[in-house]
C-alpha cells in the first residue's frame, strides 16, 4: 500500500518571502498522480497544484511550484511571495493511475503559518 | 455550479443514536468517496464507490455504511454512532478516469 508522509508539522514563513514543504511517499507503481491541497480555516479542500508522474517537468501555478523527484519519492511545494491567504493547513496526496478504488492517500498535513 | 454538498455540516449527537450524512453531486460523476479527516493523521478513505450499486471499504471501514442507489448521492450511515467517531467527514468525487477529486464543503461530527 502506498504512504505519504510530511515531516514538517507547523511551518511559518515571514509574508513575502519563500517557504518549502516537504513530502515524501512510497509506491511501488511507475505511474501515478501527485497533488498538493490547501485546507483554509473555512475546512474547504482546495486543489493547489497537481503533477503527473510521467512527467518529467515540474508544475508550476502562479507562484505555486513543486519539485518533483521521482526516483527519490519526493514532491515539495515551494510558495512564492507568501501572502497572509497562504496561512493554512496543506496536504500532500498521492492517486494511483490504475487502482482507482484506492484512490487518494493523503499525509497528515503541514500547517503554514504566514507572519505579517 | 459544479458540486459537491454535504448535509448537515454539524452535528452533535448521543452514543447510539444512528444518523446519515448525505452527500450529492451534480457532475455526474461515477466515483464517490467517504474520508474523515482528525489532527496528525490527515484524510482517511472510509468507503468507496466507483458507481450505483457498487461500493467497498477504504482503509477505516468499521463503524460505518454506506448506499449507492442513485448516481448522484452516496450518504454515509453510523448506526450506532461512538465517540471515537467524532470527526470532520468529507465526501468527494471524480469521474473514474479522472485525476481531480472534488471535496464537499465538511461535516463536523460530535459523538458524546
Known amino acids: 500500500a502506498q504512504t505519504v508522509t510530511q515531516s514538517q508539522p507547523e511551518m511559518s514563513v515571514q509574508e513575502a518571502e519563500t517557504v518549502t514543504l516537504s513530502c515524501t511517499y512510497d509506491?511501488?507503481?511507475?505511474?501515478?498522480?501527485l497533488f498538493w491541497y490547501k485546507q483554509p480555516p473555512s475546512r474547504q479542500m482546495i486543489l493547489v497544484i497537481r503533477?503527473?508522474?510521467?512527467?518529467?517537468q515540474n508544475a508550476t501555478e502562479n507562484r505555486f511550484s513543486v519539485n518533483f523527484q521521482k526516483a527519490a519519492k519526493s514532491f515539495s511545494l515551494k510558495i512564492s511571495d507568501s501572502q497572509l491567504g497562504d496561512a493554512a493547513m496543506y496536504f500532500c496526496?498521492?492517486?494511483?493511475?490504475?487502482?482507482?478504488?484506492?484512490?487518494?492517500?493523503f499525509g497528515p498535513g503541514t500547517r503554514l503559518s504566514v507572519l505579517p | 455550479e459544479a458540486q459537491v454538498t454535504q448535509n448537515p455540516r454539524y452535528l452533535i449527537t448521543v452514543t447510539g443514536k444512528k444518523l446519515t450524512v448525505t452527500c450529492s453531486q451534480n457532475?455526474?460523476?461515477?466515483?464517490m468517496s467517504w474520508y474523515r479527516q482528525d489532527p496528525g493523521l490527515g484524510l482517511r478513505q472510509i468507503y468507496y464507490?466507483?458507481?450505483?450499486?457498487?461500493?467497498d471499504k477504504g482503509d477505516v471501514p468499521e463503524g460505518y455504511k454506506v448506499s449507492r442507489k442513485e448516481k448522484r448521492n452516496f450518504p454515509l450511515i453510523l448506526e450506532s454512532p461512538s465517540p471515537n467517531q467524532t470527526s470532520l467527514y468529507f465526501c468527494?468525487?471524480?469521474?473514474?478516469?479522472?485525476?481531480?477529486?472534488?471535496f464537499g464543503p465538511g461535516t463536523r461530527l460530535t459523538v458524546t
Open positions: 468527494a468525487s471524480s469521474f473514474n478516469r479522472g485525476v481531480e477529486q472534488y
Open positions: 509506491t511501488s507503481e511507475s505511474d501515478y498522480y
Open positions: 503533477q503527473e508522474a510521467y512527467k518529467q
Open positions: 496526496a498521492y492517486r494511483s493511475h490504475d487502482n482507482y478504488g484506492q484512490n487518494f492517500v
Open positions: 457532475m455526474n460523476h461515477e466515483y
Open positions: 464507490s466507483m458507481n450505483v450499486e457498487v461500493t
